[in-house]
């Protein structure tokens, strides 16, 4: 399960949505997705790539303004992953 | 023909025999009979059809504790624009965990393990996380894109 959707169940404030990409051009453009995972906060700021639950969390947090580490977010910019060679059910704890 | 075949089919039947523990809802947004056709863009749905059957595979898994409400925004009142969406939620309550598009490959192994974590009530994650959220007070949005590999 992402973090996104695991935190959904830690606080009644979250909304988790995961868009497929190819099937929503218009959308992945809006939000300017180049690589995945990419994700966005509150329809604005965004980051990409997967990270550990610590980072994650911080850089959500950060970029809705709340007791994050925006900072966090510029460092993992560039991380990308390659799930191409993995079976689809063996990777439920991946991070996002 | 079905996105899953029986070996799948029959792992996603053992785990959730082994971890579901109450119910969930399963709600899936579509648009019938439109996969086939050539339409301009956000009109049309290639995937709602293999979206249906995934789900029905997936209420059919473990038919006790999940629910499946299948909503065609052709005919019912439906806010939700990108078809298909797959939400999921404690019977009962609004649905904040969605999926735009067909939940295939990688995205299939997330709607499972989120299908049992609703179950469950457990999140797994971390008591510095859980207190972090806590502070929460505003709704807030984390919408992810990724692809089926």
Redesign the interface.
């Known amino acids: ?28 453009q809006r ?1 300017g ?1 180049q690589g ?8 604005q700021g965004a980051f990409v790539g997967a990270l550990p ?2 980072q994650f ?1 911080s850089s ?2 950060g970029l ?1 303004g ?2 994050g580490q925006p900072e966090a977010v510029e460092a993992e910019e560039a991380r990308q992953v390659d ?2 060679n ?1 079976s ?6 991946q991070a ?1 | 023909m079905s996105l899953l075949n029986d070996q ?1 089919k029959q ?2 039947r053992e ?1 959730f025999s082994e971890r579901l523990s109450g119910p969930v809802q399963l709600k899936l947004y579509l648009r019938p009979g439109s996969g086939r056709l050539i339409l301009p ?2 009109l049309g749905c ?2 709602c059809e293999e979206a249906r059957e995934l789900a029905q595979d997936l209420q059919e898994a473990a038919p006790e504790l999940i629910s499946l409400e299948v909503i065609d925004v052709t005919v019912q009142d439906s806010d939700v624009t ?1 078809l298909p969406t797959l939400t999921l939620a404690f019977p009962g309550e609004e649905p ?15 709607v ?3 299908i ?3 179950s469950s ?6 008591e ?3 207190g ?18």
């Not at chain 1, 689809?88 to 704890?93: A, D, F, Q, R």
């Open positions: 399960m992402s973090l996104a959707n695991r935190m959904t169940l830690a606080s009644p404030q979250i909304t988790a949505i995961s868009v497929e990409a190819t099937e929503f051009p218009d959308l992945a939000f997705v995945v995972p990419r994700t966005v906060v509150n329809r639950e610590q969390v959500v947090l809705a709340v007791n799930r191409s993995s689809p059910l063996e990777e439920t704890s996002d | 799948v792992q996603v785990r863009s956000g290639p995937t990108e904040r965990i969605r999926w735009q598009g067909l939940p295939a490959g990688y995205e299939f192994a997330t499972v393990d989120a049992e974590r609703v009530g457990e999140h797994g994650l971390s510095a996380t859980v972090r959220l806590a502070e929460l007070t505003e709704p807030l949005e984390v919408m992810v894109f990724a692809t089926p590999t």
